[in-house]
DNA sequence: TCCTCTAGCTTGGAC
DNA sequence: GTCCAAGGTAGAGGA
């Protein structure tokens, strides 16, 4: 960890070059080197990630302190000439327990799986990470005709908690395909915590293959998300594509309440 | 700048937890907090972003020598308990003067605006960042078939240099549209580093919507870039979009080479 | 402000 | 290895 004032060069996938200014200068442990400035973002200014080598040529040039050269073997290279060094310390951490995470759209999703009545009346899940052959859909439902109508008195859903038009799902008349299972429609669901316009071509992309299968269509499409852009609500809802907006707390908290009910 | 055997926790857009370990914390003069590990990459394994503000509370329970909360207005929280304090320094580093880049998009952009035979015969230069409803389209080149024809002769361009199949665009009939200007066609040329499906997508967008216009169309489109994944190639060429590899060296070599002869 | 697109993106996972 | 998708993406630039 040294605080000098250097000039810095870097040399790669692009070009860039620091003027001669008083800066951090990180080294890790596995030779990699963050080049800071007091401020700015969490981003260095430069940097050279690892795995690569660290060589410290000491120049007898007045008013040049010394050299590094950092390498990686893609042959980029980062130059730091110091022409004043202020500090230097260093420290051993050792290596680090970790970080844990929670709360992303993995968890957004298994709560979704959990609670499909928010996707209208009779969706039942087939399974979450469906796998197609450009990838996993977030979540795959599936609805009988005939079970959703039966069902729909018995679902015990609040009538304020859908937020897409349920009455829809049911009422459409949409006429079976030769060789789909009778009376079975199925709905592709993509999740995001921000959804954009490329949620919505994502989901396109599934939508166009999975209607392909005689055993799948007719599959419907909806895009959830804790936010969505009105371009990508736009062009969603252009495609046929429903939009629901997911508020993780109250399915947190409705998940809490489950679990305290059984 | 501080080292320290630390606990951390983070509560925002997501939950993380740091258990206990020996850190360095960066505070910038901004307020802003990193806290990395030795090794792993540029990224700290947990942060605060300005602006925000960090607060110390000493604490007298034993085994904790200080706790930090740091908030920002968006309401996220990061608290880190310092469990003991290695080392703590601190220096005045001064406003950074600023890097400097060369070498990204923008320049391939700008280099491939100047050779612009690289996209076929007859092509010439409309503007760069063509501006769009949707956004602008990196580059728009315009080809009266009648120019294009007589010209291809004159162009001095070196056989081997174009990679993409000339004689394909100067020979397709196209018929004109009604309202057309006549004889025109325009091409919409996407550029990246690395094309994936995402930037197939873009062009999409971006060329229904040109052909949309009367004056334009009718317009092609090319996916011009260092390297293409093979998905993002089929995708291309499944919707009649050509793809071009660009060599930057070899375009930028020809950049030296046309300003040793002006 | 929101929304768009780029990024030396980084990083993890699947194949 | 290559490719895809997610990220507390961050950050710049334009409407």
Chains 1, 2 share one sequence.
């Not at 080197?33 to 007898?60: F, I, R």
């Not at 110091?82 to 993995?106: A, C, N, R």
Request: charged share 25%; hydrophobic share 40%; glycine share 8%.
């Amino acid at each position: 960890m040294v605080i000098a004032r250097c000039e810095v060069d870097y040399s790669g996938r692009l070009d860039a070059h620091l003027p001669p200014a008083t800066r951090l200068l990180l080294v890790k442990a596995d030779g990699s080197v963050l080049v800071h400035s007091d401020g700015g973002s969490y981003k260095p200014l430069n940097w050279m990630s690892p795995p690569c080598l660290l060589t410290e040529t000491p120049v007898a040039t007045d008013g040049i302190a010394a050299e590094w050269r950092v390498e990686n073997n893609a042959g980029e290279l980062l130059r730091i000439t110091l022409l004043e060094i202020l500090s230097d310390t260093s420290v051993d951490l050792g290596t680090d327990p970790g970080l844990t995470k929670d709360g992303v759209e993995l968890h957004l999703q298994r709560l979704l799986a959990e609670q499909t009545d928010r996707l209208g009346l009779g969706w039942r899940l087939v399974r979450r990470e469906y796998p197609t052959a450009i990838g996993p859909v977030d979540i795959l439902c599936r609805q009988s005709a005939a079970l959703a109508v039966d069902a729909a008195p018995d679902e015990g859903v609040p009538a304020a908690r859908p937020t897409v038009d349920d009455l829809d799902h049911v009422a459409d008349a949409v006429p079976e395909p030769e060789g789909g299972a009778p009376g079975a429609r199925h709905l592709a669901v993509e999740i995001k915590r921000r959804a954009t316009i490329d949620a919505v071509e994502q989901l396109t992309r599934y939508l166009d293959l999975l209607n392909r299968d005689p055993f799948l269509r007719p599959v419907r499409g909806t895009l959830a998300a804790q936010s969505i852009t009105p371009q990508a609500r736009t062009l969603a809802e252009d495609r046929g594509i429903r939009c629901l907006v997911l508020d993780y707390d109250e399915m947190r908290g409705i998940d809490n309440a489950d679990e305290r009910l059984f």
